[in-house]
């Protein structure tokens, strides 16, 4: 189960009984960047408060939480508990 922890400690804690056999990087293996730099994640925010409300949530979900694309496409209504201020999802 992979938790999204929203406030002002941001941070995924991520539960998994697979053990990674790569360590990663700044480049994928195609030697393109792998993260956005701070200029371009201020850009994703300026975009992605100008599209339409579902585009706009999955977007800064994902750029406040740091989760993977398929983590927050796995979120559901039923996930979220607004009084923790947690989102979980099983992947």
């Avoid at 990674?20 to 300026?46: C, D, H, I, Q």
């Avoid at 406040?64 to 508990?81: F, H, K, M």
């Avoid at 009084?83 to 099983?90: I, T």
């Amino acid at each position: 189960m992979n938790r999204l922890f929203y406030g002002d400690n941001l941070a995924v804690l991520r539960e998994s009984t697979q053990t990674a056999t790569r360590r990663p990087g700044l480049f994928g293996p195609s030697g393109n960047r792998k993260y956005l730099n701070a200029a371009e994640r201020r850009r994703f925010v300026e975009a992605a408060l100008r599209v339409p409300l579902p585009v706009s949530l999955f977007c800064l979900t994902l750029r406040r939480s740091g989760a993977r694309i398929s983590e927050v496409l796995a979120l559901t209504p039923a996930a979220n508990d607004i009084e923790s201020g947690v989102a979980a999802s099983r992947l």
